[in-house]
């Protein structure tokens, strides 16, 4: 059972997880300070919504494939509308996992500390151990990169997905980044408006993305999403940087 009047809401956007997701749901309902927990059904093919909902999970579901940064802002507005009584008074803070983390969640706890504290406004996970990756890292150096030119700080993990913020901040950066270019222009708003940002280490792990042509096809996606985002955030703007971010 969620804590009746927890102050973090763990919003996880899914798509064909039906084998991992009843394990992250079950995980990340045991965290500290949840009582909000949506699982945002972005266009599966397989039981995902079921498997999620017999796990506890509140379920919002897309018809169709909208992607990341749709399924994100689809989740934090069902967690505003599910904000009821006391929880209401203070909006959650935002909690975002990959519905592929299964039992690994449960190690996510240290990501909602500073933001809870006070001390940050959003925080992105480092892997402690690193899994295997089929690809190049051509997408995440593009991101990582690009982050750097347009703010001056470049994260260990730009692509990093478990994330930390306050509503505040989740707002201030609406409309997100298209489909896989949200964090990398997450990232880039909030700096830029002067938020402080804090790399957190959490011992995380997700599904291995492979080398076949499927995980090819995903891959190139995530680089136009990344670069589109980039594209849209030139250097030029004046940043607001207050000081550098901290590691965590």
């Known amino acids: 059972m969620l804590p009746p009047h927890g102050d973090v809401a763990v919003v996880i956007p899914a798509r064909n997880e039906a084998d ?4 992250t749901v079950r995980a990340a309902a045991g965290l500290p300070g949840v009582g909000i927990l949506v699982v945002v059904d972005d ?20 018809a169709r494939n909208r992607g990341k940064a749709a399924a ?15 929880d ?19 190690g996510a706890a240290p990501l909602a500390g500073p933001v809870r504290a006070g001390q940050a406004d959003m925080t992105i996970a480092v892997f402690s151990s690193r899994v295997r990756q089929g690809g190049h890292g051509f997408v995440v150096a593009l991101s990582g990169s690009g982050i750097m030119r347009a703010t001056g700080w470049r994260p260990a993990q730009p692509l990093n997905g478990q994330r930390c913020l306050t509503r505040t901040a989740f707002e201030a950066a609406l409309p997100l980044a298209r489909g896989w270019g949200a964090e990398t222009g997450l990232t880039i708003d909030l700096l830029r408006q002067g938020m402080r940002v804090v790399e957190v280490e959490v011992p995380l792990e997700h599904r291995a993305t492979g080398g076949d042509w499927r995980s090819q096809v ?19 703007a004046r940043t607001l940087l207050r000081g550098a971010p901290r590691r965590g």
């Open 20 to 23: 991992r997701i009843r394990a």
């Open 43 to 62: 266009g599966s093919t397989d039981d995902t919504a079921a498997v999620a909902g017999d796990a506890g999970a509140s379920v919002v579901r897309h």
């Open 72 to 86: 994100m802002e689809t989740g934090a507005e069902a967690v505003r509308l599910l904000e009821t009584g006391p």
């Open 88 to 106: 209401r008074a203070v909006p959650h803070h935002l909690l975002f996992l990959d519905g592929d983390l299964g039992a690994t969640a449960a």
């Open 218 to 236: 995903h891959r190139a996606q995530q680089f136009a999403d990344v670069a589109r985002a980039l594209a849209s955030r030139q250097p030029g």
